[in-house]
């Protein structure tokens, strides 16, 4: 070999020792250090963009035996450190993943449970992931996961550890997160719009994309088409904890009631309730399969009710803020205390000050609940007219529409356009 071939791999070297230490050094996922540095590579927003990645490794890493699972809805509201959890959940994850679907929620127990000693899943439940339409996000890789969904081993892949290093991506997030925690803070989309704007727009969201995904537009629980069946991987993971011995523990997340109000103005509403049946059908069948062993319990904390009714802030008051919610979807850790109180079976003053907050559902209580829904859902119109007003006026908007440019307005304002 020539000098000059010697010197061109040792340059070559050396450049991939530089990227892998200024990789390490900024650690743009958050996945190599303990000591964030202000100014530096605190913030880590490329997270938000490489989550599957990250959390598929980090399971890896930590070997979690307590998991959170369930949206960006528990990611927010769910404080693990809640001592509500049994004995033997730690060390405890956060599993969550922004807009996963029913398999992509179950892959992932798969991979934790193969690589960790799993025993406890708190598992949030949105009726938007149960869309059959609603595909897996770009960002998911069956070959991350340790095992294929038949259950056999994944061959390792090390090129996905060694990106977050080497890669041209890694070194330009490296360098976005530098340049983001570089920027002055900017005002929140709460502080700069106020609360009510952000119900808005949270609303217009799930109205135009969340419930009635591209490109099909549509909600249904089984796709033929995709050979996809919503509630039958729902069921697949509820076999699959039986098998590994998980104790599940699962809940309706409670939205505001204001996205109900928007749900039922799309015509969702009887869609709703049967999704509501089809998982209390799914657990009593999970519980007569398993007699001797304990039951999976399945709480509702949606609908109408003390907490879901909070009171929004007036339109163009930006200085307002809300006990329960960030905006009409996610839920404060308020809230997200008081659901793991009800479930963990806790009683605590914040929850008793709540007593219509979480029915746990079975074959005997349900069309009661629905029925007790649907009565709470006519009092809310009234109660909160305005609310129930603007809600319309926002399902039922065309372009050009007031409350159509009122939404574009912010759009480009929550963009700082």
């Not at 530089?18 to 250090?33: E, K, L, R, Y």
């Not at 099909?216 to 050979?227: I, T, V, Y």
């Not at 996610?330 to 979480?358: C, E, I, K």
Request: overall charge neutral.
């Amino acid at each position: 070999m020539t000098g000059f071939v010697w010197q061109f791999v040792a340059m070559s070297a050396a450049i991939l020792f530089a990227v892998a230490a200024f990789n390490w050094t900024v650690d743009p996922f958050g996945i190599f250090q303990e000591w964030p540095v202000e100014g530096f590579n605190r913030a880590k927003p490329v997270i938000l963009t490489h989550a599957r990645m990250i959390k598929a490794l980090e399971v890896r890493r930590l070997k979690p035996a307590g998991l959170a699972m369930g949206t960006s809805r528990t990611g927010l509201g769910i404080d693990l450190e809640h001592p509500g959890w049994p004995e033997g959940s730690e060390p405890r994850y956060s599993l969550t993943l922004a807009d996963c679907n029913t398999y992509e929620m179950f892959r992932y127990l798969q991979h934790a449970a193969a690589v960790g000693p799993v025993r406890t899943v708190l598992i949030g439940l949105d009726f938007y992931t149960f869309n059959a339409t609603f595909s897996n996000r770009q960002d998911f890789s069956e070959t991350r996961l340790a095992v294929a969904a038949d259950g056999s081993w994944n061959k390792p892949d090390p090129d996905e550890f060694l990106s977050t290093l080497f890669s041209f991506d890694a070194l330009k997030c490296s360098w976005e997160t530098i340049a983001a925690n570089r920027r002055p803070p900017l005002p929140g989309g709460r502080q700069r719009l106020g609360l009510r704007a952000m119900f808005l727009l949270t609303e217009d969201e799930y109205i135009t994309d969340r419930w009635f995904p591209p490109p099909r537009g549509e909600f249904a629980f089984e796709d033929s088409a995709a050979g996809r069946a919503t509630v039958a991987e729902f069921e697949r993971l509820l076999r699959f904890a039986r098998t590994k011995d998980i104790r599940l523990y699962l809940f309706i997340s409670p939205c505001h009631a204001r996205l109900l109000e928007c749900l039922g103005r799309k015509g969702l509403w009887p869609a709703y309730e049967e999704w509501e049946r089809r998982l209390v059908a799914a657990v009593e069948v999970d519980a007569a399969r398993h007699p001797n062993e304990r039951p999976v319990e399945l709480w509702d904390f949606s609908g109408y009710n003390s907490v879901t009714t909070e009171r929004v802030p007036r339109y163009g008051d930006r200085s307002a803020e809300m006990t329960n919610y960030m905006d009409s979807t996610h839920y404060t850790r308020v809230v997200g205390d008081w659901v793991q109180d009800r479930v963990f079976g806790r009683n605590t003053p914040g929850l008793l000050a709540h007593p219509d907050f979480g029915v746990r559902l079975n074959a005997a209580n349900i069309e009661r609940h629905l029925a007790d829904l649907t009565k709470a859902r006519a009092a809310y119109r009234i109660q909160q007219s305005e609310d129930a007003a603007e809600v319309a006026a926002l399902a039922a908007m065309k372009k050009g529409d007031a409350m159509s440019r009122r939404i574009e307005d912010l759009q480009l304002r929550s963009r700082g356009e």
